[in-house]
Nanobody
Framework: QVHLVESGGGLVQPGGSLKLSCVASGSDFEIIVMGWYRQAPGKQRELVAS???????NYAGSVEGRFTISRDTAKNTVFLQMNSLKPEDTDNYLCHVLITKRTWLAPSAYWGQGTQVTVSS
């Protein structure tokens, strides 16, 4: 019902910046929360940052102060501005959206395919 398209990943040197984008396409849904997770091979998926329908944000402690999440509600798009990148930020970044519909009793989650961020000199 919802398709997430991510972009903006790539290779960057330590201290550099990247901006990720995620667009949620579809119809007849309301977004509750939209955000970014990251997961390296063999490691647990973890929340990087999220933004809810009211504009409230949440960040992982390791990225707070360096990353900024924002949204364009009219376009169902979320952004992640990543500054002062470190090698430990290297990961596959996954867009996530939690949506609901009028007739649903519970929300449903959708995931993007992921965009790779590599921080290396």
């Amino acid at each position: 019902q919802v398709h997430l398209v991510e972009s903006g990943g790539g290779l960057v040197q330590p201290g550099g910046s990247l901006k990720l984008s995620c667009v949620a396409s579809g119809s007849d849904f309301e977004i509750i929360v939209m955000g970014w997770y990251r997961q390296a091979p063999g490691k647990q998926r973890e929340l990087v940052a999220s933004i809810n329908s009211g504009g409230g944000t949440n960040y992982a402690g390791s990225v707070e102060g360096r990353f900024t999440i924002s949204r364009d509600t009219a376009k169902n798009t979320v952004f992640l501005q990543m500054n002062s990148l470190k090698p430990e930020d290297t990961d596959n970044y996954l867009c996530h959206v939690l949506i609901t519909k009028r007739t649903w009793l519970a929300p449903s989650a959708y995931w993007g395919q992921g965009t790779q961020v590599t921080v290396s000199s």
